[in-house]
Every structure is written in C-alpha cells, then in structure tokens.
C-alpha cells in the first residue's frame, strides 16, 4: 500500500505550450533522479486557459468517463 | 473559455514529463501519482517540477517526506497543501531563563555600573550564556523581558531623596557592532518623610520585548542618581528579578 503524501505547488503557474509538467524522483542528498521508480496512476488536473480542450486530448489522454466541457 | 480538465498519464518511469500541446495554456491546480520504488536505486523524494520550453527548470516542488529504496507512495500536489504535522505535535515549551539578583546594605553597583547576570535561578529549553562581563546571551529569537526590582530603605538607613530622578537600570543590547538601550527608566515618588524611624520600599516592574540575534547581550546597568550606593543612603536591601522569555523565532 502506497504511503500517501501531500506536497505543495506553486499557485497560479500559467505554462505555456512546449512547458512540460516532470514527475520526477530525486535523491534527497545529491538532487540526482534515482533510477527505478515507476511512475503509475498519474494524472494531472489543469485549467485550460482558452478553453481549447481539444488540444489536451489526447496527449497523453484524458481521463476515461471524465467530464469535460 | 478557461476550464478545468484532468488528464490521465501513462505508466512510466521517473522522470515521467506530460508536454503542454501547442496553442494551450494551463495552469496545473493538482498531481497525483504512485511512486513505486520497488526496483527504486536508492532512496528518493518523490517531486514536481516545470520545465519551460527551453528546458529550464522554472519550479522544482520537492514532498517533504523521503521514500526509502522498495517503498512507494501516492503523492497528491496541489497548491496550498502542507504536510500535517498534527500526528507528531511538537512538545517543546518556550524557552526561559530567570534570574534573581541581590545585594546587601550599602553595595549597590554605583551608577553607571553594571548589575552583572550570575548563575540563572533556573532556565529551559535554551542555551544561556553569562559573559566575563556579567551580559546574557540567549539564544536568537523575539524575546519577551520582564523584570521586577525591589529597593528597601530600613531605618537605620539614611532616607532616599523626597525627588529623586530615579533610573533604576536599562538593559541594553550589547554587540560587537552596535549598542541599542532599551530604557526602562521610572521616576517613582520616593518619601523623604517620615524618615528615618520606618522602612520604605519601592518596587518597579517593566516588560519589554527585544529582538536578539543569538549574539546580542542582555545587560542591566544602574543608572540611578548616587544615592543608590552612597553609604548610609543606599538600600539595605536590594533585589533584582529578571525573566528572559522566548515568544518567537526568526531564521
């Protein structure tokens, strides 16, 4: 069973196209990326800024059976 | 129109990267992900981060909590969120030191002299430090001061003046660089009559706050007219109370 954590994250970060969201594993000494961990059940919840959805979907996808408008 | 969408990620190994599509905008309000460290090399702290278009890392959002080498964690990022630390509620008290200082008939520091700290009376929670000069070094933080000076005249003592302009001590911030006094003057309404023939005793009280930063010093000094130490006039009992009291901290 996953041990489950919360952690911040910066307010208001408008990110703009090409600006990538990295999940990432870092080592708590060096700040390197520690290789394998996998990295499951992500997801993300974004404001959509203008409202063009359609370029979302489907990279990577949207959530089966989620709402959208 | 602005709305919110989530979005599905693929399974993968970190560092796992969702690319904002062309022509969007979006503002991320919550991550959520399994870190599975099974197969993890070492230990590691699961972590967000922004990368803009050029590759710069723009944000770098570390969780507080370390996951050892073959756990796993589901982290929830989002805005605002802080790990609650009510599980593990701190037990630490304030910490304090008190002081009690006294002197005999007649040997009142003279004016302009300084009534030196000794041994605390009892202290907590904190590193104090008397000086070679009798100053207090606490610890850096906001502090609350609080002190108390009883002055007693007995009647084979010569009377205090009826008008004595009276400033029992200061205590000042004493650093390498700087000085600050913080007076803690009075002017208390000492009878000259009747006297001799009863006793007489004056109490002051002050409190104060001091910013000090773990090297400052903490003295108390007589500034009172003469009459304080003059043989025969001075108090046969003197008497000084003095609490250092920790309300904050600042890094």
Redesign the interface.
């Known amino acids: 069973m996953p041990e489950p954590l919360i952690a911040g994250l910066p307010p208001d970060c408008q990110l703009s196209a090409g600006f990538v969201i990295r999940l990432n594993a870092l080592d708590p000494t060096t700040g390197v990326a520690v290789t394998g961990v996998e990295v499951t059940e992500g997801s993300l919840l974004v404001t959509d800024v203008h409202g063009n959805i359609d370029n979302l979907a489907p990279d990577p996808l949207l959530v089966p059976s989620s709402e959208t408008v | 129109?602005?709305?919110?969408?989530?979005?599905?990620?693929?399974?993968?190994?970190?560092?796992?990267?969702?690319?904002?599509?062309?022509?969007?905008?979006?503002?991320?309000?919550?991550?959520?992900?399994?870190?599975?460290?099974?197969?993890?090399?070492?230990?590691?702290?699961?972590?967000?981060?922004?990368?803009?278009?050029g590759g710069i890392v723009?944000?770098r959002?570390?969780?507080?909590?370390?996951?050892a080498a073959g756990?796993?964690?589901?982290?929830?990022?989002?805005?605002?969120?802080?790990?609650?630390n009510a599980a593990t509620p701190s037990t630490s008290w304030p910490a304090w030191v008190l002081f009690t200082l006294g002197w005999g008939p007649n040997n009142f520091p003279a004016t302009g002299s300084e009534l030196p700290f000794t041994t605390p009376r009892a202290s907590f929670g904190g590193t104090f430090t008397v000086d070679g000069s009798g100053h207090l070094i606490v610890p850096r933080g906001l502090w609350l001061l609080y002190s108390s000076m009883q002055l007693e005249w007995e009647a084979v003592d010569s009377p205090p003046p009826a008008a004595t302009t009276y400033s029992a001590y200061d205590i000042g911030a004493v650093s390498p660089v700087s000085s600050v006094v913080l007076p803690l003057a009075g002017t208390p309404a000492l009878p000259g009559t009747p006297f001799p023939g009863g006793a007489v005793t004056w109490y002051t009280d002050y409190i104060l706050w001091a910013m000090m930063d773990g090297t400052d010093a903490l003295r108390i000094r007589n500034d009172s007219d003469s009459a304080l130490n003059a043989t025969g006039a001075g108090p046969a009992v003197a008497q000084l109370e003095f609490l250092a009291l920790q309300i904050g901290t600042f890094s």
């Open positions: 129109m602005p709305a919110d969408v989530p979005i599905a990620l693929p399974v993968g190994n970190a560092p796992l990267e969702y690319q904002v599509p062309n022509a969007t905008e979006v503002v991320p309000k919550a991550v959520n992900a399994v870190f599975d460290g099974t197969s993890a090399s070492g230990s590691f702290v699961p972590t967000v981060e922004f990368v803009s278009d723009v944000a959002v570390p969780c507080s909590t370390t996951v756990g796993s964690a589901e982290v929830t990022f989002a805005p605002f969120l802080r790990p609650d």
